[in-house]
Protein backbone atom coordinates (compact mmCIF):
# COMPACT_ATOMS: atom_id res chain seq x y z
CA UNK A 1 0.00 0.00 0.00
CA UNK A 2 0.72 3.73 -0.68
CA UNK A 3 3.12 5.33 2.30
CA UNK A 4 4.12 9.01 2.63
CA UNK A 5 5.48 9.96 5.71
CA UNK A 6 7.13 13.97 6.40
CA UNK A 7 9.94 14.27 8.74
CA UNK A 8 11.86 16.91 9.31
CA UNK A 9 9.64 19.75 11.00
CA UNK A 10 10.28 21.55 14.26
CA UNK A 11 10.88 25.04 15.92
CA UNK A 12 13.46 27.23 14.09
CA UNK A 13 14.07 30.65 14.94
CA UNK A 14 13.41 34.05 11.92
CA UNK A 15 16.13 33.68 9.04
CA UNK A 16 17.13 30.10 10.18
CA UNK A 17 16.49 27.00 7.68
CA UNK A 18 15.18 23.61 7.90
CA UNK A 19 14.78 20.90 5.51
CA UNK A 20 11.53 18.14 4.98
CA UNK A 21 11.91 14.93 3.81
CA UNK A 22 8.93 12.47 2.37
CA UNK A 23 9.50 9.12 2.56
CA UNK A 24 7.57 7.36 -0.70
CA UNK A 25 6.72 4.14 -0.14
CA UNK A 26 4.16 1.48 -2.84
CA UNK A 27 4.91 4.51 -5.27
CA UNK A 28 7.26 5.49 -7.72
CA UNK A 29 8.97 8.53 -8.59
CA UNK A 30 8.95 7.25 -12.15
CA UNK A 31 5.26 8.06 -12.53
CA UNK A 32 3.94 10.35 -9.63
CA UNK A 33 4.58 14.08 -8.91
CA UNK A 34 5.21 15.17 -5.31
CA UNK A 35 3.81 18.39 -4.23
CA UNK A 36 4.76 20.00 -0.49
CA UNK A 37 1.49 21.73 0.87
CA UNK A 38 0.77 23.78 4.04
CA UNK A 39 -1.80 24.78 6.35
CA UNK A 40 -1.65 27.32 9.21
CA UNK A 41 -4.37 27.53 11.53
CA UNK A 42 -7.32 28.88 10.91
CA UNK A 43 -6.33 29.32 6.87
CA UNK A 44 -6.76 27.14 3.71
CA UNK A 45 -4.04 24.41 2.72
CA UNK A 46 -1.94 26.12 0.28
CA UNK A 47 0.56 24.67 -2.39
CA UNK A 48 3.81 25.62 -1.63
CA UNK A 49 5.90 23.46 -4.52
CA UNK A 50 5.68 20.23 -6.31
CA UNK A 51 8.32 18.27 -8.62
CA UNK A 52 6.89 15.97 -11.14
CA UNK A 53 7.78 12.14 -12.13
CA UNK A 54 11.17 11.74 -13.24
CA UNK A 55 9.94 11.52 -17.19
CA UNK A 56 10.30 15.10 -16.34
CA UNK A 57 11.49 16.31 -12.93
CA UNK A 58 9.82 19.98 -13.96
CA UNK A 59 9.47 22.18 -10.44
CA UNK A 60 7.12 24.75 -9.32
CA UNK A 61 7.16 26.93 -5.98
CA UNK A 62 4.35 29.54 -5.15
CA UNK A 63 5.51 33.42 -5.36
CA UNK A 64 5.62 33.50 -1.28
CA UNK A 65 8.48 30.95 -1.28
CA UNK A 66 10.37 31.63 -4.20
CA UNK A 67 14.17 31.98 -4.44
CA UNK A 68 13.83 30.91 -0.19
CA UNK A 69 13.17 27.13 -0.70
CA UNK A 70 14.29 24.47 -3.10
CA UNK A 71 12.25 20.74 -3.93
CA UNK A 72 14.45 17.85 -4.71
CA UNK A 73 14.75 14.31 -4.82
CA UNK A 74 16.36 11.25 -4.47
CA UNK A 75 15.34 8.20 -6.22
CA UNK A 76 17.46 6.10 -4.40
CA UNK A 77 15.37 6.47 -0.72
CA UNK A 78 12.37 7.53 -3.25
CA UNK A 79 12.23 10.52 -0.80
CA UNK A 80 11.35 14.09 -1.46
CA UNK A 81 13.14 16.80 0.21
CA UNK A 82 11.71 20.64 0.89
CA UNK A 83 15.07 22.81 1.93
CA UNK A 84 14.09 25.74 3.29
CA UNK A 85 15.95 29.03 4.05
CA UNK A 86 15.41 32.34 5.62
CA UNK A 87 12.27 31.13 7.44
CA UNK A 88 9.70 33.83 8.63
CA UNK A 89 6.93 33.61 11.11
CA UNK A 90 4.23 33.31 7.95
CA UNK A 91 5.98 30.07 7.21
CA UNK A 92 4.48 28.69 10.36
CA UNK A 93 2.20 25.47 9.39
CA UNK A 94 1.59 22.20 9.57
CA UNK A 95 3.23 21.07 6.71
CA UNK A 96 2.05 18.01 4.11
CA UNK A 97 3.44 15.99 0.99
CA UNK A 98 0.96 14.60 -1.92
CA UNK A 99 1.43 12.65 -4.68
CA UNK A 100 -0.37 12.73 -7.79
CA UNK A 101 0.26 10.97 -11.39
CA UNK A 102 2.98 12.38 -13.52
CA UNK A 103 2.79 16.02 -13.85
CA UNK A 104 2.69 19.05 -11.46
CA UNK A 105 0.12 20.75 -13.11
CA UNK A 106 -2.55 21.96 -11.04
CA UNK A 107 -0.94 20.64 -7.52
CA UNK A 108 -2.31 23.60 -6.06
CA UNK A 109 -6.02 22.99 -6.55
CA UNK A 110 -5.72 19.85 -4.73
CA UNK A 111 -7.64 17.93 -7.63
CA UNK A 112 -5.65 15.64 -8.69
CA UNK A 113 -3.69 14.48 -5.61
CA UNK A 114 -4.10 10.85 -4.54
CA UNK A 115 -1.98 10.31 -1.68
CA UNK A 116 -1.37 12.35 1.40
CA UNK A 117 1.04 12.06 4.17
CA UNK A 118 0.04 12.64 7.94
CA UNK A 119 2.04 16.12 8.57
CA UNK A 120 5.35 17.64 9.87
CA UNK A 121 5.26 21.05 12.26
CA UNK A 122 6.89 23.99 11.41
CA UNK A 123 7.13 26.52 13.54
CA UNK A 124 8.94 29.70 13.13
CA UNK A 125 9.26 32.22 16.31
CA UNK A 126 11.72 34.23 18.10
Known amino acids: QVKLVESGGGLVQPGGSLRLSCAAS????????IGWFRQAPGREREGVSC?????????DYTDSVKGRFTISKDNGKNTVYLQMHSLKPEDTAVYYC??????????????????WGQGTQVTVSS
Open 51 to 59: IASNSDNST
Open 98 to 115: AAQPWICSGYSTLQRLQY
Open 26 to 33: GLSLDYYA
